[in-house]
């Protein structure tokens, strides 16, 4: 089920290709809503150690419910995800995670999946040449190793996430600022990304936690185009969703229905503006 904003046709029908940029989250956004994230692939088979498994489960249990409750003061939230991911991170520390592990891991990860239509999209993008910004708060090293396993990781498009960081082959820490999923709005794109996005000023956001909206400042989130997949506490969650984001996503839709709505996702003949009626 999709439900759009009346004013969608409108506000998208003279963005052509070259106006437009796209910037999205990765878990369970452009991957499906009941894969793994890319902080849950190692606990899904014989990677690592029982006893990172149970660490990272019984970190997952506690904070998991804190970040899908909207009725949380920010705040609190906020300081809640700050300590999930830095335990987190610990534990890789802790458990000397090896970082020919990560590259096994992806090979065998059957949980992690996309949703139907994200390869197409992500190819279509790259063929008319639209910058793709994922802004994630999991893993970058499996985000690229996934967008390498499917062929899809194009010079178009840019990790901003965490990438852990490994010395002599064992993590050691995370390269940069640590992104959980409260603070994607303090991640500053670098300047060799900004210059892609020069008269871009269409913006296409995807995401799947109503802090995603984040990813891009106030002032141009009014202009932007905001796609917003709902597919947990979606009762306790669709007024909010419905009044954040333009299209609201429900029942495990994918990209090629999405693109029924907005034929801005794939279309692979680029013109400089569209009729979508
Ligand atoms: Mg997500």
Known sequence: MIICKDNITSK????GDSSI?????????????ESESSWGILSTGDFVSPEYIEDRNRLYKKYRPIEIDETMD?????QYMIEWWNKHISLFIKYKLK???????IKDVKIMRFRDG????????????????????????FIELF???????????????NFIKFEEGIAVGIEDMVIHSLNKNEVSLPDKILDK?????????????SSDINMISEEKRKEALKIGFLEENVLENKSLYEKIYDVVCMDKTNFKELNKVIPLLMK??????????
């Open 12 to 15: 998208i029908k003279y963005w």
């Open 21 to 33: 940029h796209v910037v999205t989250d990765f878990d369970r956004t452009l991957t499906i809503g």
């Open 74 to 78: 920010w705040e609190k939230k906020n």
């Open 99 to 105: 970082e020919e592990v990560i590259k096994n891991a």
């Open 118 to 141: 994200a390869i197409e999209m992500l190819k279509s993008f790259y063929k008319r040449n639209i910058p793709v910004i994922i802004i994630s708060a999991g893993i970058g090293n």
């Open 147 to 161: 967008l390498k396993l499917h062929g899809c990781y194009f010079d178009n498009i840019f990790i901003m996430a």
């Open 197 to 209: 996005l020069k008269n871009r000023n269409n913006i296409i956001l995807m995401g799947d936690n």
């Open 268 to 277: 692979d003949v680029s013109n400089e503006s569209i009729n979508i009626n």
